[in-house]
């Protein structure tokens, strides 16, 4: 504990790097007990998806939902990605974490298709070192076979600065995944340090927002030029667009106005459970009876 720590250095006079040397070893040593942790945590079970809808905006209907991934570390600790996708990333544990992801989803996917909900699109957040890793098309289409999902109800989440980092070898894959039919957005759009180039280069369909555009639209001029802007992009291009981190009507209300076409965020509803995403799918008898 710190203040006996303290007290010892001040005891111990000159010897004041025994207080140093054990506060510098608490930091490594939480990283190494994180990342021994995160070694066992798929054995273990302690991973779980959560779904948030992204809704379109003219309609107000559900279009799809995105898959976030979620660390239940211990009974009091649910563990958000932030905290630990960077962690996993470097050390590799993203590629077998990441494939339990997709099978996860698909197979969440499967059973709501035979609960008797109508198919909703579900999109997963991808990393760049699971491009690096060699395996990841022969993986995907395992999944695919394996839970018989119509691919056409998966997507893929790629940041820009993911995609700028191996050029060559992540279009290859891209063009793979595509020719698969799973669709490619860009996530976090705006953010990396990127050309444009590459929405014509890469088989993308989709431009995520990035919530820092959307956060302050009522009040900063410069935040709606530049969202308009990339809606009137993503529509010459033909490509899909989606706000990120809607939280009010007022920022539904101006993406509205400007033709922006889907939107996610705490508006609508935060990251859900299964068992609470379940609730917002619409029943396929009840479309098939139009009520
Ligand atoms: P992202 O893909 O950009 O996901 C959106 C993040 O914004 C989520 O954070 C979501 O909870 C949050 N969010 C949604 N609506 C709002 C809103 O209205 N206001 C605010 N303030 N935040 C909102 P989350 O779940 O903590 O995930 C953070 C990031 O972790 C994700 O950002 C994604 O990059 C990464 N991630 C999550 N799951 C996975 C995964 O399975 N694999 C990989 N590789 N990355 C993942
Ligand atoms: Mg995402
Ligand atoms: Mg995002
Ligand atoms: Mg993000």
New binding site residues.
């Given amino acids: 504990n710190a203040d006996t720590a303290m007290y010892h250095a001040k005891a111990t006079g000159r010897n004041n790097y025994k207080y140093f040397q054990p506060v510098m070893n608490e930091a490594a040593a939480q990283h190494f007990e994180l990342e021994s942790n995160l070694r066992n945590a798929l054995a273990r079970d302690q991973f779980s998806l959560t779904y ?1 809808p992204i809704m379109d905006i003219g309609t107000r209907r559900l279009h799809a939902m ?4 979620r660390w239940r570390r211990n009974e009091q600790d649910l563990v ?3 905290c630990f ?1 960077p962690i996993i990333e470097e050390n590799g544990l ?1 590629v077998p974490i ?1 494939e339990w ?1 997709i099978r996860q989803a698909c197979e969440q996917s499967m059973a709501w298709l035979r609960a008797g909900f109508m198919p909703v699109p579900l999109a ?4 760049a070192r699971q491009f690096m890793h060699g395996g990841l098309v022969a993986s995907v289409r395992r999944i695919l076979d394996e839970t018989g999902i119509d691919p056409a109800l998966l997507e893929f ?1 790629i940041t820009e600065t993911a995609l700028m980092q191996h050029g060559e070898q992540t279009q290859e894959i891209l063009e793979q995944i595509n020719a698969m039919g799973i669709r490619l957005s860009i ?2 759009f705006g953010t990396g340090y990127s050309s444009l180039a590459y929405l014509k280069r890469f088989p993308v369909k989709k431009i995520k927002i990035d ?1 820092a555009f959307i956060k302050d639209l009522a009040n900063s001029a410069e935040d709606r030029a530049i969202v308009a802007a990339i809606i009137a992009l993503s529509g010459s291009l033909q490509l899909s667009v989606v706000a ?4 009010n009507e007022g920022q539904y209300a101006l993406l509205q106005r400007n033709g922006c076409q889907f939107a ?4 609508f509803s ?2 859900a459970s299964h068992e609470e995403a379940r609730l917002l799918l619409p029943r396929r008898d009840a479309v098939l009876a139009g009520v």
Wanted: hydrophobic residues 40%; charged residues 30%; aromatic residues 4%.
């Fill in positions: 948030q995105e898959v976030l991934l958000l990605p932030d996708i993203i990441g992801v997963v957040n991808l990393s989440e996530d976090d919530r990120e981190g809607v939280e996610q965020g705490f508006l935060e990251p």
